[in-house]
């Protein structure tokens, strides 16, 4: 496909010795060019959103600018230095601070030390900064803590205090609690405040509100929006697929599609211009195909090697009366519900209500400390993991989980690993059939599943389900992190399961897309049932948004109190 490329000219300020330059970057994987010849220039304290679907190259270029990723053509500068060949840690080292995709927390640090990990840049020094230790002599200074590096490492402390000061009470009132127990949306803020204790020029946020509900999206904008009161002279580029938060916040938006940076200009004109709603949001119509339809198309075709087993009136799954507790905090609070043999049902909630615990209880990732699981009208009889998936279960984690180290076709077969002492001619016809649905794929077979983007994750993750051949599907946030255009694709793909009969338990985030989808829903807050009914009645039911910001807040006080 072409691409036009509309740049808007830029000033000279951008081009400016004390800015980012990103002079014709190219980044190839084998014989895909990830990035094509891309040019942007950041000015000191400007802010920068970055859009496009998946497989655009966005994440590729942050790896770029940040030593992750090497480019092969072009180059990047930040105040004169060049960047490109350095290490992540010499980059981060002058001035250049990032955050990550998917939340990065070390889970054993109290939530002050896990913000002093970024002090380092001003422990040992970098870039302009002196060096005041060195990398091998900082151990040995804390080891017998000579004066200077305890004057040191109070100065990171109290960096540490005065970063975590700026997101309120979310942080600082809980310092010496463990990374662990935050909140899903409190970890991206964590991941935030590390990257700031390193005191960057440049900040780069990579889907910072993915997995967020709006609430949530727009308190992280409010706290984006006073950072660049406080450091007015800090540059912020943001990848966002969530264009009412890049349109709030974002000076210029960049839109970038086979990549390439195809738009460089205001969020209102970039996104009216008729290439971005063509490359960002496709021709969808965000509807669910009608089942008939869907039952018929693509070569992933879904039926279970064998009959369900048990009474066909009972359910696939059915949790009773469950409780789950994560050490000494109760993370459901006598949780019933059911999935019916070829139904969809939805699990939503906001963060931290309990909704991956859902799905962790049905796999045995978490035994309940009471209640039962039944599969198929028996009590699960499963102890770990590995029986539950023998009995034909197959699962799509969150974050989409790729083993980054192999190839994927390795991943793949990973999804088939219960099939390896069976017919190989019928799975080299799956695998065929998978190419078949992913044409893409069959030039990456060898890639490194972690060089794929995001999107491009799913659909391996997707695949590889299907190749395990289940009779029950568990699917974690399938839109998290994706474009409208693949949240299209991957709300098609599972339509099309659910039309011929497969049984999908699922998470998400995205009460809309889901309810377009399943056949009923459950919501969860702080861990208890506060509604549930037919998806056609939930759909249009102001109860939803009231559920996710507070209706059931006493029902859910009511069982915690009796804990």
Request: charge should be neutral.
């Amino acid at each position: 496909m072409t691409v036009a490329v509309l740049h808007r000219p830029v000033s000279a300020p951008a081009q400016a010795a004390d800015g980012l330059a990103i002079e014709n970057v190219s980044v190839s994987f084998g014989g895909l060019k990830a990035i094509d010849d891309v040019t942007i220039h950041v000015r000191p304290g400007e802010f920068i959103g970055i859009v496009g679907p998946n497989g655009a190259g966005k994440s590729t270029l942050v790896q770029t600018i940040t030593g992750f990723v090497r480019p092969t053509a072009g180059r990047i500068t930040f105040k004169g230095n060049r960047l490109d060949g350095r290490s992540p840690e010499a980059i981060s080292a002058l001035g250049v601070a990032r955050t990550f995709q998917t939340s990065r927390v070390f889970p054993a640090l109290t939530i002050a030390d896990s913000v002093m990990v970024g002090t380092q840049r001003t422990l040992i020094g970098g870039g302009a900064r002196p060096k005041r230790f060195g990398a091998f002599a900082e151990p040995i200074a804390a080891l017998f803590g000579l004066p200077a590096y305890r004057r040191a490492e109070d100065e990171a402390r109290q960096r540490a205090d005065e970063v975590m000061a700026l997101f309120g009470d979310r942080l600082l009132s809980r310092k010496d609690k463990p990374a662990h127990s935050l909140s899903y949306a409190n970890r991206r803020r964590l991941d935030i405040a590390r990257a700031l204790a390193a005191a960057p020029d440049v900040l780069l946020l990579d889907e910072p509100t993915a997995g967020m509900n709006p609430t949530e999206s727009h308190e992280l904008a409010d706290l984006l929006i006073d950072l660049r009161k406080t450091f007015p002279a800090m540059a912020i580029i943001m990848i966002e697929h969530k264009l009412d938060i890049v349109r709030r916040l974002a000076e210029r938006t960049i839109v970038m599609a086979h990549g390439r940076a195809i738009i460089d200009d205001t969020p209102d004109a970039a996104f009216a211009h008729p290439e971005v709603t063509a490359a960002y949001l496709g021709k969808a119509t965000g509807s669910v195909p009608a089942s008939a339809a869907a039952a018929s198309g693509g070569h992933l075709q879904h039926g279970p090697e064998q009959d369900l087993p048990g009474d066909p009136s009972t359910p696939a799954v059915a949790l009773k009366n469950v409780d789950i507790f994560y050490g000494p905090v109760q993370a459901l609070f006598d949780v019933s519900l059911h999935v019916n043999r070829g139904e969809a049902v939805a699990v939503l909630g906001g963060n931290a209500s309990g909704k991956s615990t859902t799905i962790k209880t049905v796999l045995r990732l978490v035994q309940p400390r009471k209640g039962e699981v039944d599969f198929f009208g028996k009590p699960l009889e499963a102890r770990t993991t590995a029986e539950v998936i023998d009995q034909g279960v197959a699962s799509i984690p969150e974050g989409r989980r790729m083993f980054a180290e192999l190839t994927v076709r390795d991943n793949l077969l990973m999804g088939a690993f219960s099939r390896r002492k069976g017919d190989a001619k019928k799975l080299d016809a799956d695998l065929e059939r998978v190419i078949a649905e992913f044409p893409w794929l069959g030039a990456r077979l060898s890639q490194l599943a972690g060089t794929l983007s995001g999107g491009e994750q799913q659909m391996v993750a997707m695949a590889r389900a299907w190749l395990r051949r289940p009779k029950i599907l568990c699917i974690d946030e399938p839109s998290m992190g994706l474009s409208p255009l693949m949240v299209d694709r991957v709300y098609e793909i599972l339509a099309r399961w659910k039309a011929q009969g497969l049984t999908i338990i699922m998470v998400e985030q995205s009460a809309n897309h889901a309810l377009e989808l399943v056949d009923r829903a459950y919501v969860l807050r702080n861990g208890v049932v506060v509604l549930e009914g037919e998806a056609a009645k939930l759909r249009n039911d102001p109860a939803i948004q009231e559920a996710y910001l507070g209706l059931g807040r006493d029902k859910a006080e009511r069982a915690q109190a009796v804990v």
